[in-house]
Nanobody, 129 residues
Framework: QEQLVESGGGLVQSGGSLRLSCAAT????????IGWFRQAPGKEREGVVC????????YSTNSVKGRFTISRDNAKNTMYLQMNSLKPEDTAVYYC??????????????????????WGQGTQVTVSS
């Protein structure tokens, strides 16, 4: 079965760190652009950080620049989101996503639009003040 399975969310104090993981099964993640999206209560989903597997370019939304990092481990077929210096406004459900790399025009456009081939089930991240 082709799917993305997330883990690693939870409750953390402001200024703390969390690492989210997203394991792909049934397909090879290296052939896909990867990204993390989030949705806070009452808000639209937003692209947080995305990575193009075509040229290695990345896009991060302004609010997380310098704090969040996306990476992948091809041997484990897994992507990660390292989140540092967390703020209460980072509280949201976080979703990993993957899109066939040939579908990406620019990584920024994909991250802003968010249409993907695969989505994780979502994991809650709560940052207390």
């Amino acid at each position: 079965q082709e799917q993305l399975v997330e883990s690693g969310g939870g409750l953390v104090q402001s200024g703390g760190s969390l690492r989210l993981s997203c394991a792909a099964t049934g397909f090879t993640l290296d052939h896909y652009g990867i990204g993390w999206f989030r949705q806070a209560p009452g808000k639209e989903r937003e692209g947080v950080v995305c990575l193009s597997s075509r040229d290695g370019s990345t896009y991060s939304t302004n609010s997380v620049k310098g704090r969040f990092t996306i990476s992948r481990d091809n041997a484990k077929n897994t992507m990660y989101l390292q989140m540092n210096s967390l703020k209460p406004e980072d509280t949201a459900v976080y979703y990993c996503a993957a899109i066939a790399k040939w579908k990406i025009t620019t990584v920024q456009i994909w991250c802003l639009v968010g249409e993907s081939d695969y989505w994780g089930q979502g994991t809650q991240v709560t940052v207390s003040s």
